[in-house]
Structure formats: structure tokens, C-alpha cells
């Protein structure tokens, strides 16, 4: 199963590569350490002069480059490849310098509007969406008055009762966001 990052903040305050790099690194060891092992040795020259070392025959302008495209290109691919559903890895869009993982709402309408998946406002709604739809998505997504929201993954199940087959739903929490 894979492991995903923790909703919310990741570095804020910031927009320095040199700030960014090792808040995005520790945050992926907790996740992929062997993708985080592959990114340091990849960049272990960039790496080691954001430590203080003095690296022989390695220019500021190249180091600049590398922590440039390690931040925007591999740490933010990686990171992204352990949000949840409808989560993205990146800036808040209320603060550019807060970076983490954040819900996107965007891509949950257009889900919805696309029929990929469907919203409720009560978990009694389960039943009837069985019986009423003609296709049945593999998450719902709970929006209570409030704008509290939870995704739930849908898993059907066919049960042999000896004499007859019953159908079986079965509904699990993914995530919730309060």
C-alpha cells in the first residue's frame, strides 16, 4: 500500500531552494527512503555544498541549477506521487511560501460534474445510489452542511447465500478533512 504525506503544511515561510531542499528530502524519507536515497546520491555534490563543504570543481552556477530542478522537478514529482486522492503536493493557494499538501477542489467538481465521482451529503444515500445508478463509482465523496468533506472508496462484493447471491457494499473512510 503505498504511503502517503501528511495533509497540511511542509515548509512556510520560504521560498529558498536552500530551505526547501531538506524540509522536502526528510519529508520524502518518511514516505519513500529509497527514492530519497536515489535523489541524494544523484545530487550528493549539491547536497554537500548546502552542507558547507567545500566541493572542489562544482561552480555557484551549477550548484543553483541542480537545487533549481531538484526542488521543481524531482523532490515536488516525488512528493506529489504520495499525496491522497484529490490532494495535490505544492504552494498554498493563499500563500505561496506554504508548502504542503493541500485539497484540491478543482479536480473534485470536475470529478463530479464528469460522473467519476459522485457527492453526498449523508451516508444513508449509499443504498438508494446503488439501486438508482446506472454506474456505480469507486469513491463518493461525503460534503456535510458544514463543508466538512470525507472520500470513501465503494467496494462491491457478491455473497452466495447458498440459494441465492446477495450483494454486499462495502464503504471505507480514505480521508477527511474537517
Excluded at 467519476?116 to 444513508?124: K, M, P, T, V, W
Aim: glycine share 6%; hydrophobic share 35%; net charge negative.
Amino acid at each position: 500500500m503505498d504511503k502517503f504525506l501528511p495533509i497540511g503544511s511542509i515548509s512556510h515561510g520560504t521560498m529558498r531552494n536552500e530551505d526547501l531542499v531538506p524540509a522536502f528530502l526528510d519529508t520524502l524519507e518518511t514516505v519513500d527512503k529509497k527514492h530519497a536515497r536515489s535523489i541524494k546520491r544523484e545530487y550528493s555534490k549539491a547536497l554537500r555544498k548546502l552542507a558547507g563543504v567545500n566541493v572542489r570543481d562544482y561552480s555557484e552556477e551549477q550548484y543553483s541549477e541542480d537545487l533549481t530542478y531538484l526542488v521543481n522537478e524531482d523532490l515536488f514529482n516525488a512528493l506529489s506521487n504520495h499525496t491522497p486522492d484529490y490532494f495535490y503536493f505544492g504552494s498554498h493557494e493563499g500563500d505561496g511560501s506554504d508548502y504542503g499538501v493541500w485539497i484540491s477542489q478543482e479536480s473534485i467538481r470536475d470529478d463530479i460534474h464528469d460522473g467519476i465521482l459522485f457527492e453526498i451529503s449523508d451516508l444513508s444515500q449509499l443504498d438508494s445510489l446503488l439501486h438508482e445508478s446506472s454506474i456505480l463509482p469507486k469513491n463518493v465523496i461525503l460534503t456535510n452542511d458544514h463543508g466538512n468533506m470525507s472520500l470513501y472508496s465503494i467496494l462491491l462484493k457478491v455473497e452466495d447465500t447458498g440459494n441465492d447471491w446477495k450483494l454486499i457494499m462495502e464503504c471505507n473512510e480514505v480521508w477527511s478533512v474537517v
